[in-house]
């Protein structure tokens, strides 16, 4: 029955274990790893909110755990499917995700003064999240071959990711607009695209973040809250004061896990945007660097996957899954320390939500799927050859 049950494994797996690179096996360790301390994290971060509001400390736990399962079961799926396909089915995609945030604007549900989600019976989901792998599909699609493409399909797809950028900051969703910009460019500047280009882009979207921060009040007194957050510390400032004085609070080996006291409900959204503040608070200094280096090892194993890639497309998707993974979590952990403008932006695989999660082990997905391509034993050779190879001992 146990071979029997390692049979299968085999077969469901892309490429037979032992065939797999070192960085394949590595990011499936660090993966699980991110994903199961995100759900420990988590439960600190929520239980007396959740046992105080829904009787229930578990309740988000549970939650989360469910979703866990169904974004580890995307990633199955995903490193079973050949690069090529996924790549051919980004430009839908991304035009599908397109057309979700635009009815977001339409029928979405308001939080905060943002339109970001459309509720679906009892779900609720968040385009401008699941969106994300489909956008670094894309630009390996776009900039890869940008010398040979032709005038046609470069204006079709800039103007596509345009248009997606623009539905983003119509919501508003600031934080997410400037990550996918982020994304583009990183991906753009790896497929050696003239200089003069890419800093008149970045000029661009520094241009339009400014406009969005301008046109919209509330990012507008987020910006100013973030210049002295002690001006208002009751008032616009008082997320990121609690925040500070969460962090503050840890020292250098922190409080110990479950002892944060700002997450008795003085630091709002504790769970999501702001759960590295009580990470920061229960695990102190020590704590912090051990995740920043954590995050550096991630950013290291990713691109040792896109040097080793065999195609520029599959290195440019390699580059853009690490793009969001770490800036994301870069992003985040500097709004909570007051290093940037306050956003609604989570901790990749940590904080509360199932469209972050999916989207996140989707694009870890990704990143190993590239690893294991960059073999040469899949997507280019046949099923019955690599039969032979899983059958030798």
């Keep these: 029955m146990k071979q029997e049950q390692v049979g299968l494994l085999q077969r469901l797996m ?11 096996r590595l990011l499936v360790g660090l993966a699980a790893f991110w994903s199961v301390a ?4 988590l439960a600190s971060a ?3 909110v959740a046992l105080r509001e829904m009787g229930d400390g578990a309740f988000y736990v549970k939650r989360q755990t469910i ?17 090529r396909r996924l790549l051919k089915w980004a430009g839908p995609g991304l035009w ?22 459309l509720v679906v019976g ?14 670094v599909l894309q630009a390996a699609n776009l900039f890869a071959p940008w010398t040979r493409m032709a005038i046609d399909q470069k204006l079709l797809w800039l103007v596509s990711f345009g248009g997606l950028l623009l539905l983003i900051l119509k919501q508003p969703n600031l934080s997410t607009a400037a990550l996918m910009g982020l994304t583009l460019w990183m991906v753009a500047l790896a497929a050696g695209l003239r200089w003069r280009s890419l800093l008149g882009t970045a000029f661009a979207g520094g241009a339009l973040g400014t406009a969005s921060i301008l046109i919209n009040e509330y990012q507008r007194l987020r910006v100013v809250s973030f210049l002295d957050p002690w001006n208002d510390p009751m008032g616009d400032g008082y997320q990121l004061v609690q925040s500070l004085l969460a ?41 912090s660097l051990m995740l920043l280096l954590f995050l550096m090892l991630v950013a290291w194993v990713g691109l040792r996957v896109a040097l080793r890639c065999r195609s520029n497309q599959a290195r440019l998707v390699a580059i853009g899954c690490c793009t969001i993974l770490v800036g994301q979590s870069i992003l985040n952990i500097a709004v909570a320390s007051g290093a940037m403008p306050t956003t609604g932006l989570p901790l990749p695989m940590i904080s509360y939500g199932g469209n972050s999660l999916m989207s996140s082990l989707v694009i870890m997905g ?7 391509e960059s073999t040469g034993l899949i997507g280019r050779r046949s099923n019955e050859a690599l039969r032979t190879i899983s059958t030798k001992p």
Aim: aromatic content about 12%; glycine content about 10%.
């Design 14 to 24: 892309p490429l037979p274990w032992q065939l797999w690179p070192a960085e394949a």
């Design 67 to 83: 979703w866990l399962l169904a974004s580890w079961s995307l990633l199955g799926l995903t490193l079973s499917i050949d690069l």
């Design 38 to 41: 995100g759900l420990v994290v």
């Design 96 to 117: 599908m995700g397109c057309i979700l945030i635009a009815a977001t604007l339409v029928m979405g549900t308001t939080v905060n003064g943002a339109s970001r989600w």
């Design 247 to 287: 962090i503050g609070s840890g020292g250098v080996m922190g409080q110990g896990y479950g002892l944060s006291t700002q997450k008795l409900q003085y630091l709002p959204i504790q769970s999501t945007d702001f759960i590295y503040a009580v990470f920061a608070e229960e695990f102190g200094f020590v704590g």
């Design 122 to 135: 009892p779900l609720q989901i968040q385009p401008s999240e699941l969106v994300k792998p489909f956008v």
């Design 46 to 48: 929520s239980w007396w």
């Design 366 to 372: 990704l990143l190993i799927r590239c690893s294991l």
